[in-house]
């Protein structure tokens, strides 16, 4: 699918970097969790109160509607214009001779709960006989009496402390019920604070900046612990890239870090020593060999120089030639690739010129060009880098006729493209060439080691050695050297 690309490239590389985005997650997702049920049960509660409030006031109206149904018709005017000139009740009641239309808004579950509870308490307590309705109005569109006068169109004291809580202006409950035929009781109030708004709670900012703070607190934490441990990962892959196998190398410091690091360096340090013991061990075994070798080998020469068959002589010298040729590739070999030097800068462009002055025009043939140049030192072995390219461009002249060298150099890594004009080499036979003693046929000179050997150069120095077929004939070696660390320009 399109998406999975776009992942693996929003995934961080880092450690830290992975650290922090499974931080971010968790804490989102443990807080989204936590704010979610905190929020339900504030929702909850509120509106347990809400609703306990609802009931609460409701009683009320039904004991202003029972008072007043235990009144006298005639007197009930009355008593609601001693109301209204004592100001401050709590409701704003009035009698009309029908039920007021009003536009009512739009329900909600707080809105609902209300009215629900606000009808079971008045029909509980005035009877299911009598017509009730209970709806909330917008404090604009609130009616009051037979000819619809507004809210503000009333005298102040009338309905201003009963109806109004500036500058909210929240929504009124209004209660209607008939009292008998023609004479309704009309009752209009606010619900109590704290459930004055019927919109739904939502996060609180102080909650929000909480979640913030501690997401952000978090994060620090994490990033610094986790740099904290990756700094002796990074110094220790950083010693093992440059670590050099010579008897004087130095251990590597495994302090700093955790047990699990101090265990991966002591291992590491192990795995040094090893490689390095085996190194001298094959050295000295080959030593061995070649003076065990060269004896014999001289001894049987002198021997066939006694023979008086002359083409069994050139038999046993042809031979004795063979014998000696393996006898000194595989010496070579192990001479070229087993060089103990310290790693320091080395000035890439300083080595090829050395290497390739012969060849330059005019005082040479020629047979050489140089483009580009390298911008920074390499940290690596200089004999063993000459050697590597050396081989490179001695392949190239030797079976392409001419070398045509270009360097690409930045921070990240150096690379050297040897072109000849040579014939190539077989696609199936790219890797083969690499072999020890591998030689394609009619390419007889030579020990068959000069790629091999450049090839295992540039794997100690973590690079690599690739070649390439090119499309107007002749063949492309690579050599690409990834760099340690950026250094000042050459």
């Keep these: 699918m399109c998406w999975r690309p776009r992942l693996r490239l929003l995934r961080p590389r880092s450690l830290l970097g992975r650290m922090l985005l499974l931080t971010v997650l968790a804490v989102l997702l443990a807080q989204g969790l936590s704010s979610a049920v905190w929020l339900s049960q504030l929702r909850a509660s509120e509106r347990e109160g809400l609703v306990n409030s609802a009931r609460s006031l409701a009683r009320s109206m039904a004991a202003s509607a029972g008072y007043f149904r235990s009144l006298p018709v005639a007197y009930r005017p009355l008593v609601l214009d001693q109301l209204r000139s004592m100001g401050g009740t709590r409701f704003f009641t009035s009698l009309n001779d029908r039920a007021l239309a009003m536009q009512t808004l739009q329900p909600t579950p707080r809105s609902r709960a209300v009215i629900e509870a606000v009808s079971q308490v008045l029909q509980h307590q005035l009877g299911n006989e009598l017509d009730i309705s209970v709806v909330f109005v917008s404090p604009d569109e609130l009616r009051l009496f037979n000819s619809g006068l507004k809210l503000d169109e009333l005298p102040r004291s009338w309905a201003y402390y009963a109806l109004t809580l500036e500058p909210l202006n929240p929504p009124v409950l209004v209660t209607q019920i008939r009292l008998n035929e023609g ?11 704290p459930y004055t708004s019927l919109e739904e709670e939502h996060l609180p900012s102080s909650q929000v900046w909480f979640l913030m703070l501690t997401g952000a607190f978090l994060l620090v934490a994490i990033g610094l612990l986790v740099h904290w441990q990756s700094r002796p990962l990074k110094r220790l892959a950083r010693a093992a890239r440059d670590l050099s196998l010579g008897d004087d190398a130095v251990p590597l410091d495994v302090s700093g870090g955790g047990s699990e690091v101090v265990e991966v360096g002591r291992a590491l340090n192990t795995l040094r020593q090893r490689i ?8 000295q075994l080959f030593s061995a060999i070649s003076h065990d070798l060269r004896t014999p080998i001289t001894r049987l020469r002198l021997r066939v120089e006694l023979l008086e068959d ?33 790693i320091e800068p080395v000035d890439l462009n300083h080595t090829l010129l050395c290497l390739i002055e012969p060849y330059l025009a005019p005082e040479g043939d020629g047979r050489v060009t140089l483009k580009g140049r390298a911008r920074w030192p390499y940290l690596g072995k200089p004999l063993a880098l000459k050697r590597c390219m050396g081989n490179l461009i001695d392949n190239a002249l030797k079976y392409g006729h001419r070398a045509h060298l270009l360097i690409e150099d930045d921070v990240h890594q150096f690379i050297l493209h040897v072109s000849d004009e040579g014939p190539g080499v077989p696609e199936q036979r790219l890797e083969k060439v690499f072999e020890p003693h591998f030689r394609l046929a009619g390419r007889q000179q030579g020990y068959g080691l000069g790629l091999g050997i450049a090839r295992n150069i540039a794997h100690s120095h973590g690079g690599e050695v690739t070649l390439q077929n090119l499309p107007a004939g002749g063949l492309r070696v690579t050599l690409s050297l990834p760099r340690r660390e950026p250094t000042a320009p050459a």
């Design 276 to 283: 390095s013991r085996y190194l001298t061990e094959r050295s």
């Design 183 to 193: 004479e309704w009781l009309f009752i209009a109030s606010l619900l109590p604070e």
């Design 310 to 342: 002359e083409a069994l002589q050139a038999k046993f010298i042809r031979d004795l030639d063979e014998l000696d040729l393996l006898v000194k590739g595989a010496l070579q070999c192990v001479k070229d690739t087993d060089i103990h030097e310290n």
